[in-house]
């Protein structure tokens, strides 16, 4: 990044800052909500003046657990929420100042699975009535899952399916087990392995694509409307799909030969 590019950036972030301070500041201070936007500027504006992007992160990632443990002792005393920021506020410079080290395989393992264990214990010890650590583990597994398969897309589209699949069941489960709506992400994510292995095959793609969405459809007529037997107005839509591959697409080429 450029100097000027730098400084503009800078100036930029004190502009916005004293702004938001002045609207808060002519509105009326009995909120004073300016600070939160102000601190967040403060972050990146410690980055873009100093040189040393190592440094540079250390400091904005202090300045920023700073402001969190300032505004939890100031608003909420009786509970400790920054803890649950300190994962990013160490992530951060740590990546940074390991630079491509932080690349590799072991290193993606070693942090994720650390703030997965993190994750964990704070949900056991804060709020074992609710497993929302299940959405950072969702979010954390993506890294060691890039780094180990993201050369092998056909394997990562599997792998990355079955991960949404497995999430979006438990959450399911947790939050609103008495309506199985988890059947509409697993027949959008379905696609993506569908795709990767069987694009270049048109009547292979489109037969199993057609039958995967007319057991969709039949799924969710079955499961909201039992008395009802709507799903034969798309299922005979649907039908027309490796119907029309077949003869246009397949059989001409065939024939060709």
């Known amino acids: ?11 930029g972030c004190i502009m916005t800052g004293i702004f ?3 609207v808060n500041l002519f509105t009326g201070i009995a909120s004073f909500w300016a600070i939160y936007p102000a601190a967040s500027l403060l972050c990146p504006l410690a980055w873009l003046l100093t040189a040393d992007k190592k440094k540079g992160s250390i400091i904005a990632s202090g300045l920023f657990l700073a402001f969190c443990i300032i505004q939890n002792i100031v608003e909420t005393p009786d509970y400790f929420w920054f803890v649950y920021l300190l994962p990013i506020a160490v992530s951060w410079p740590l990546i940074v ?3 491509k080290a ?17 994750y964990v214990l704070l949900n056991i010890y804060f709020e074992p009535r609710f497993l929302w650590c299940i959405f950072p583990i969702f979010t954390l597994l ?18 990355s399916a079955g991960l949404i699949i497995v999430f979006f069941v438990i959450v399911n489960r947790i939050s609103s087990p008495e309506v199985f709506w988890t059947i509409h992400p697993i027949f959008a994510v379905l696609w993506w392995p569908i795709s990767m292995y069987l694009a270049k095959k ?3 793609y489109s037969a199993v694509g057609a ?13 909201t409307s039992p008395q009802q ?8 839509a649907v039908f027309w799909w490796p119907l029309s591959v077949y003869y246009f697409v397949s059989r001409p080429a065939r024939f060709s030969h």
């Open 97 to 99: 100042c390991l630079g």
């Open 20 to 22: 938001l301070l002045g």
């Open 229 to 236: 037997l709507w799903a034969v107005y798309p299922a005979f």
């Open 142 to 159: 993506w890294w060691p899952l890039c780094t180990t398969f993201g050369r092998y897309p056909r394997r990562f589209s599997v792998l």
């Open 102 to 118: 932080a690349l590799k395989r072991s290193f993606s393992y070693l942090v994720s699975f650390s703030l997965i264990s993190y």
């Open 202 to 204: 048109p009547f292979y």
């Open 211 to 223: 039958g995967m969405t007319i057991l969709y459809f039949s799924l969710v007529n079955f499961m």
């Open 1 to 11: 990044m450029s100097r000027a590019l730098r400084e503009f950036i800078a100036m």
